[in-house]
């Protein structure tokens, strides 16, 4: 009964994702089934035409049935028409058997677009809070490495199911022609599935234990790749190395041990099932005393019914290899579905009046401190305000939240006066530009880069203007100008041919090109030398009255052009006013921030 239930629960999982042309596969495989049991099962009347030219006194009940079929087709007594039969009967099987397995392919194809699609949009609309205390290697490994095996596991199911029907329809056809015959080797058939329920739920085991060990492995390789600069450059390969070996180590030995599963199960199928059909072929011959004819039949289909049994286990033992992966992304959907961002209904107009925060708190984690506490400020729209502050003062979850990525534990964030749980948060981060320290440079073309794929250059004039202009504005129109192919110049992973300030100003580009009402410069210039700083600085400088600009910056320099600035600590805004007033305040916290750094 517990494998009945895997069953049904695996089959509602299938379709969840399928749909109901889950179905289809069913009435397929019994149709391609029937026809192969019932094909067979014809060289019963054609083995009594050929012996005796009609029908023979010793027929038994199934027999006089087939006779009483071949006569309604005028067929009976005609070795000819049975054959031709027997050859249309195993045409249609092709038939159904292609189309079939022309349908399977198509479900499979739909399933992994669909695992991939749905996870990527899932991902794209789960709470930024959930996001931020998993690990990148999770989510990689469960949309690339768990749905594959996903898919693995439904291409299994269909296997398994295909056998299943037909050993069905073997044995029945067999029962149908000497069910004595038939019962005894079900009965068989039943015990040996029985005997393999402990080798299946082991199986199951497995397949979980590896799918979690491919979860952990993956986190250790994106985390090592990520930082193999810093692990290279200070000797550290050998520390991680025994902790992706103990990973690989162990993962491989539960594929070992799974294979070693399978292979017991392979090799018993030849063996299993010839000792069975010699042994049914003694009883049915010695004690029931049958007739050679239907013996013969019966036995073809007992035989194929066997081969088709033991492949169940088998098929069913596949599906288990895979079902860890199965249950990881079912159980990767209820999870992010559970922590799906919640949005409003709103949707705003472009920006025109200002972004306030009232009395604003929040943390992280319930056991954590806050990073911001009872945070009121005002940002009127086109105006350009800085946020300073030592690191941990809170200015990026600031930052965060002006974005919505992250929501008030208490208080309110007002966009142009709506609250932000009215909001509709697509409506407001289409209005967003946001760059950071940490350039994103996709390995395309510069052009692609800027527009993040909106067209072709070279066919659209329009769109071609538009990127030149946002390169111009971000002081990058001339660099890019004096490399081999242009705006057509492939940037490699992570703009690895391009100069740390070259990044920067294409990332600039790209955000000037979106014209965002509001742009975040998320220390932006940092890690950047003295002339590309000036590039981007001018860059900034030029935007001001144009759009709505806030600005995290550690070198104070480069917000002297600000209309207005707020000093952070702990979480909390502890001064605030224009750069000058906050400058030749005596005793401020900003003076003593601004002649550390001796402006």
Do not use: C
Not at 148 to 167: E, I, R, Y
Not at 288 to 315: K, N, T, W
Request: glycine letters at 8%; aromatic letters at 10%.
């Amino acid at each position: 009964m517990s494998t009945f239930r895997d069953l049904l629960g695996y089959l509602r999982t299938y379709r969840r994702y399928i749909g109901r042309r889950i179905y289809l596969v069913f009435v397929l495989t019994i149709a391609t089934a029937f026809a192969q049991g019932f094909g067979i099962t014809m060289l019963l009347p054609l083995l009594r035409a050929s012996q005796s030219g009609g029908p023979a006194e010793d027929m038994g009940t199934a027999e006089e049935l087939l006779y009483s079929f071949l006569e309604l087709l005028g067929i009976a007594d005609s070795m000819v028409g049975i054959l031709g039969l027997i050859a249309f009967i195993f045409i249609a099987k092709g038939g159904l058997a292609f189309a079939k397995g022309g349908y399977i392919g198509y479900l499979q194809s739909r399933l992994l677009r669909e695992l991939k699609t749905k996870l990527f949009d899932a991902y794209s609309r789960m709470d930024y809070r959930y996001y931020i205390k998993q690990n990148a290697g999770h989510f990689i490994n469960v949309i690339n490495g768990q749905v594959n095996q996903f898919f693995q596991s439904f291409q299994n199911f269909t296997g398994f199911l295909t056998q299943a029907v037909t050993a069905i329809s073997y044995f029945g056809f067999a029962f149908f022609i000497a069910w004595n015959f038939a019962l005894m080797a079900i009965g068989v058939g039943l015990v040996l599935l029985f005997l393999f329920k402990y080798l299946n739920a082991y199986v199951r085991r497995l397949s979980r234990m590896r799918s979690r060990e491919m979860s952990e492995l993956n986190k250790l390789l994106v985390q090592s790749l990520q930082s193999l600069k810093y692990i290279v450059s200070t000797n550290q390969t050998a520390h991680l190395r025994t902790g992706v070996l103990g990973s690989v180590k162990r993962l491989t030995s539960y594929i070992f041990k799974q294979r070693i599963a399978g292979a017991f199960t392979s090799s018993l199928k030849e063996p299993v099932s010839v000792l069975l059909i010699i042994g049914l072929i003694i009883v049915q011959v010695t004690v029931f005393e049958d007739p050679i004819a239907p013996i013969f039949v019966a036995l073809l289909l007992f035989h194929r019914g066997m081969q088709a049994m033991i492949s169940i286990q088998s098929g069913w033992q596949q599906t288990m290899d895979k079902i860890g992966s199965v249950e990881m992304v079912d159980d990767e959907f209820d999870m992010v579905h559970k922590h799906r961002e919640e949005t409003g209904s709103h949707v705003l107009e472009p920006l025109h009046r200002s972004i306030e925060l009232d009395n604003v708190s929040f943390a992280y984690g319930e056991d954590e401190d806050h990073a911001l506490r009872g945070i009121s400020l005002t940002i009127p729209a086109n105006t350009t305000v800085a946020l300073v502050g030592e690191s941990g003062a809170g200015k990026s979850t600031l930052v965060d939240m002006l974005t919505l990525l992250l929501k008030p534990d208490t208080g309110t964030v007002e966009i142009d006066d709506v609250p932000h749980p009215e909001i509709d948060l697509n409506s407001w981060r289409s209005q967003i530009g946001y760059v950071s320290q940490e350039t994103v440079v996709f390995d395309d073309t510069i052009a692609n880069n800027i527009s993040l794929w909106q067209g072709n250059i070279e066919d659209d004039p329009e769109l071609r203007d538009r990127i030149h202009d946002a390169a111009k504005r971000a002081y990058a129109h001339h660099f890019i100008e004096d490399l081999p192919n242009g705006y057509q110049t492939v940037v490699g992973d992570r703009g690895v041919r391009l100069s740390g300030g070259q990044r920067q100003r294409l990332f600039v580009a790209r955000e000037l090109f979106k014209r965002p009402n509001l742009l975040i410069l998320d220390e932006a210039t940092s890690a950047l030398d003295t002339e590309s700083e000036r590039y981007i600085q001018d860059s900034i400088d030029a935007l001001k009255g144009e759009m709505t600009v806030v600005i995290i910056a550690h070198r104070l320099s480069t917000i002297k052009n600000v209309d207005y600035v707020y000093v952070m600590d702990e979480g909390e805004v502890i001064e605030e006013g224009p750069y000058t007033d906050l400058r030749n305040h005596d005793g401020s916290r900003f003076q003593e921030m601004v002649e550390m750094q001796r402006l």
